[in-house]
């Protein structure tokens, strides 16, 4: 079996390797600037995540084939992996848009789906329905992905590269997977103009008492409350394509807050949106890629040949450009990493 790096240590990368150890590599390392457990930085993304369990793959039929692949791991950690956290979590979701791919796509992806009546629509809404998807703590659930490839056998290591080919050559690797994210837009050899840090702020919160999901999905905004197995929830939220600032902004902190009170006032007890308890304020740049997510392999074929000093070639393979749905995608897409590389149609996960 060839020598593989896994390039980036997030959400993506993780699984990656998780994946690539369950079926049959043996030398794989994950290598990134940041690790799980380190101190939060906008660079690192995968620790801020809401990571809601729910799909945005309604017009995308690769994006739909990799979420399917990843619910149904969520489902089986759900029943029988207690130390990955992961809890069912039903939810409500609302949209003021008409968007019957959307609806369609949400029966046959979801447990549970059911069509909301139009008397009970809050103003405005245009279609809506209940499900049962899945939550998890984000930090909680990289600490248990780092366990398990250290447990099969993998290994973490730290370090910051120029490009892939830096990566290949200090590692002597047959097989690079680049996981990097919003590193794709910087790494020498790969220069991604298409993939761009779209600005998320959300709110962390202590609440309980919540054990609903919900989504309201307007034309310019999404709001969203995401309980978590730990007794708090992630609100938000923003899809800013323009702003660059890194610290939170007061004024859309008290936004989120008063959307979500009015999308569920039972987040304060009724008690009006001054009365959150609030734990930290959140920002975070999503890699999103305009042609939605790069999985793709270079190899001499493509005319990619690339020549290590010892003579020998190696492999890219890309998984990056998730956008919002890292969480939801991660293991389906590791999938298809397998896939790339020859490994078997059906992974073991």
Same mark, same amino acid.
């Given at each position: 079996?060839?020598?593989?790096?896994?390039?980036?240590?997030? #959400?993506?990368?993780?699984? *990656?390797?998780?994946?690539?150890?369950?079926?049959?590599?043996?030398?794989?390392?994950?290598?990134?600037?940041?690790?799980?457990?380190?101190?939060?930085?906008?660079?690192?993304?995968?620790?801020? %995540?809401?990571?809601?369990?729910?799909?945005?793959?309604?017009?995308?039929?690769?994006?739909?084939?990799?979420?399917?692949?990843?619910?149904?791991?969520?489902?089986?950690?759900?029943?029988? #992996?207690?130390?990955?956290?992961?809890?069912? @979590?039903?939810?409500?979701?609302?949209?003021?848009?008409?968007?019957?791919?959307?609806?369609? =796509?949400?029966?046959?992806?979801?447990?549970?789906?059911?069509?909301?009546?139009?008397?009970?629509?809050?103003?405005?809404?245009?279609?809506?329905?209940?499900?049962?998807?899945?939550?998890?703590?984000?930090?909680?659930?990289?600490? =248990?992905?780092? /366990?398990?490839?250290?447990?099969?056998?993998?290994?973490?290591?730290?370090?910051?590269?120029?490009?892939?080919?830096?990566?290949?050559?200090?590692?002597?690797?047959?097989?690079?997977?680049? @996981?990097?994210?919003?590193?794709?837009?910087?790494? %020498?050899?790969?220069?991604?103009?298409?993939?761009?840090?779209?600005? /998320?702020?959300?709110?962390?919160?202590? %609440?309980?008492?919540?054990?609903? +999901?919900?989504?309201?999905?307007?034309?310019?905004?999404?709001?969203?409350?995401?309980?978590?197995?730990?007794?708090?929830?992630?609100?938000?939220?923003?899809?800013?394509?323009?702003?660059?600032?890194?610290?939170?902004?007061?004024?859309?902190?008290?936004?989120?807050?008063?959307?979500?009170? %009015?999308?569920?006032?039972?987040? *304060?007890?009724?008690?009006?949106?001054?009365?959150?308890?609030?734990?930290?304020?959140?920002?975070?740049?999503?890699? *999103?890629?305009?042609?939605?997510?790069?999985?793709?392999?270079?190899? +001499?074929?493509?005319?990619? @040949?690339?020549?290590?000093?010892?003579?020998?070639?190696?492999?890219?393979?890309?998984?990056?450009? !998730?956008?919002? !749905?890292?969480?939801?995608?991660?293991?389906?897409?590791?999938?298809?990493?397998?896939?790339?590389? /020859?490994?078997?149609?059906?992974?073991?996960?």
């Amino acid at each position: 079996m060839p020598k593989i790096i896994v390039f980036g240590a997030g #959400v993506i990368g993780l699984t *990656t390797a998780v994946v690539l150890l369950k079926n049959g590599y043996e030398d794989v390392t994950v290598v990134g600037k940041y690790h799980p457990g380190d101190e939060l930085t906008h660079e690192f993304t995968s620790p801020w %995540a809401g990571a809601s369990i729910v799909s945005f793959a309604a017009q995308n039929t690769l994006l739909q084939e990799i979420d399917q692949i990843s619910f149904k791991e969520f489902a089986r950690q759900a029943n029988l #992996v207690p130390e990955a956290g992961v809890m069912y @979590c039903p939810g409500l979701h609302l949209s003021e848009i008409d968007d019957p791919a959307h609806e369609a =796509w949400a029966k046959k992806l979801y447990l549970n789906t059911e069509k909301v009546a139009k008397e009970q629509l809050p103003e405005g809404v245009r279609f809506g329905y209940r499900f049962l998807s899945f939550s998890l703590t984000a930090p909680r659930y990289l600490d =248990w992905l780092v /366990g398990q490839v250290k447990q099969l056998g993998g290994r973490l290591e730290r370090g910051t590269f120029e490009s892939i080919q830096d990566v290949a050559e200090k590692y002597q690797a047959e097989t690079v997977i680049n @996981c990097t994210g919003l590193g794709s837009r910087v790494l %020498a050899d790969v220069r991604d103009e298409t993939l761009h840090p779209v600005r /998320g702020q959300t709110v962390l919160i202590r %609440a309980p008492h919540i054990k609903t +999901q919900m989504y309201r999905e307007g034309p310019d905004v999404y709001t969203y409350i995401i309980p978590r197995p730990d007794g708090t929830a992630i609100v938000g939220g923003t899809l800013d394509y323009v702003t660059k600032e890194a610290e939170p902004d007061p004024a859309v902190t008290q936004s989120i807050l008063a959307r979500v009170y %009015a999308l569920n006032p039972e987040l *304060t007890h009724s008690q009006g949106p001054a009365a959150f308890d609030i734990v930290t304020e959140n920002v975070g740049f999503r890699p *999103t890629r305009q042609q939605s997510v790069r999985l793709e392999k270079e190899s +001499q074929k493509r005319g990619k @040949c690339f020549i290590l000093p010892k003579g020998g070639r190696y492999t890219i393979v890309h998984n990056y450009g !998730h956008g919002p !749905h890292g969480y939801q995608s991660c293991w389906g897409s590791a999938a298809k990493v397998l896939e790339l590389l /020859g490994g078997a149609q059906k992974a073991k996960l």
